[in-house]
């Protein structure tokens, strides 16, 4: 084991915990300052300095070795340094750390970006997710309580009014209103329910009708940056679209839809 003086000074100034933040794991960090404390010696004398066992020596050895922390020194029976089993051991300068960081800089300095340009694409990808039956609907419906306001719809009231349900419809609106979620939605006149759900201060909703020759049997919710899709009982499903260009195109759909529709 390392001397008790050692070992102790450097738990006091908790250069262990300091060491491992550059990297070193702890019998790498006792490896390293044998050598150095020892000045110069042999893979089997610097593991016992600091309680490895001989094998584990080697590796630590060859793996500071590659980081530039130690060096060898190896000297043949004429006193040229070619005899690799006599090979010793010695500490680099510990300014050696300063450099190893510095490599590191340089590689997270090219690293980085490319890495961003990773993080970039993956956030571009569309992401889609289709749910299933009356839960899926519903899941669908009350996700969108959580977007950015102001919110844009094509609603067919009556197919919502059997899936979810209304009281479903009821705790939603509700819920646009606890969010100050302001809604600006187009229906279909035959597919409302009459009496229900007009422009409301109160409820945050401005509603108009399309022009008569446009029955949307489907609803669809559009945010900022993500669309939701909601089918009729019929079909039973909901998607849920998460792409800013589709959110943007729908939205342009939406408008012309809008300038061309009759208030509620």
Known sequence: MLSSSIDSTWEGRGMWQQLAELGLDTREARFYVAVLSLGRTTVARAAQEAGVSRTSGYDLARRLLERGLLRTIDFGEDGRREDRSRSELTAADPSGLYEEIERRRALLDDLVPQLRAVQSTA?????????????????????????????????????????????????YVAGRREHGLTLRVVRS?????????????????????????????????????????????????????????YAQTQTNLFEVLWKVSTPA
């Open 123 to 171: 956030r571009a990808r569309p992401k889609v997710r289709y749910l299933e039956g009356v839960a899926g609907i519903r899941e669908a419906l009350f996700e969108t309580l959580g977007w950015p306001s102001p919110i844009r719809g094509i609603f067919s009231m009556k197919d919502l009014f059997v899936v979810p349900g209304e009281d479903a419809l009821t705790e």
């Open 189 to 245: 006149a035959e597919r409302d329910v009459a009496l229900r759900w007009p422009t409301s201060d109160a409820d945050l909703r401005l509603a108009r009708y399309a022009p008569e020759d446009y029955v949307f049997t489907m609803t669809t919710i559009i945010g900022e940056d993500r669309v939701a899709v909601i089918s009729s009982r019929e079909e039973g499903f909901a998607m849920m679209i998460e792409s800013h260009e």
